[in-house]
């Protein structure tokens, strides 16, 4: 099947990843406009939204709502490529596709509903480490030029977790989950960057147990309009055969 190892919700038919014990009532599934209210209050929280470099603060209904729009589209359209190459091929060679359906990090309850815990994103980088904007506006066009499954394409993690959730060791097993068994079988990585916050050591955790390297600290970012210091962390797949300086 086309869809492995994802399965389907036979209610709902969105797709998930199950995570295994200790995290059994955990699963990753394809983004839900339902999700929009729990994700303000998500991202109203300062536990989350201090470490986060893009969202708005504060958080609207409206925000989540577009943003969701956004990434639901993304993902609706690469399971629509793995119908299709379900209805051609089924059994053939698993296609390789720009995008992972899954990313919405939900807690099974005992009545069957579902809580929103966060999300684990994957994206094409987009070089907020480099200053000079013109360089960088160069560096994102030629990484979005380059087509599905070039080894050559940077890629970025993103994620956030409902603080009641935290340091349970979620997130380092959603993000081995996704890279393993999506990001290189299905979208052929070879080279994600992450970027942590000076000082969240909890997020320098979870990229380092997950084979990350610090590359270099960079102290000029600015978020959120304050200058503040980021860690760039790098994971190269090691049967690439390259080295983590390269990128440097
Ligand atoms: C960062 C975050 C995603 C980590 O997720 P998590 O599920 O809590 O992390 P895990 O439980 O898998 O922990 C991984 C490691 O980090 C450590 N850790 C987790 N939270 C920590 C904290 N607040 N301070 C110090 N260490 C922490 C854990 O002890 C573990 O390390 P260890 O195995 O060496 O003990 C979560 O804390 C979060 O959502 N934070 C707010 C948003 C955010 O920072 N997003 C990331 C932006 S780059």
Known sequence: MQFTPLSIDKHTRR?????????????????????APQ??????????????????FPYLLE??????????????????????ANAESPDGPLKVVGGCPVRSILEENEDGTYTYLGDCGIFRNRYEDVMDMEERARRVQENNAKPVGDPD????????????????????????????????????????????????????????????????????VVTKGEPSSHRFLDWILLSHGRSPHRLA
């Open 15 to 35: 797709p998930y990843l199950r995570l295994s014990a200790p995290h059994q009532r955990i699963i990753i599934a394809a983004p839900s406009l339902q999700d």
């Open 39 to 56: 994700i303000c209050e998500l991202l109203n929280d300062p536990r989350v939204y201090r470490w986060l470099l893009s969202p708005p």
């Open 63 to 84: 925000h989540a709502v577009s943003w969701l729009t956004e990434v639901k589209a993304e993902a609706d359209a690469v399971w629509g490529e793995l119908e299709q």
């Open 153 to 220: 394409i940077v890629w970025s993690i993103g994620d956030y977790l409902k603080p009641s959730h935290h340091g349970k060791g979620i997130m380092t097993a959603v993000v081995g989950r996704l890279m393993r068994e999506w990001g290189i079988p299905r979208m052929n990585f070879h080279c994600v960057r992450a970027a942590t916050m000076n000082g969240n050591t909890g997020s320098v955790r979870v990229f380092e147990k997950n084979g990350f390297v610090l590359r270099r600290e960079c102290v000029d």
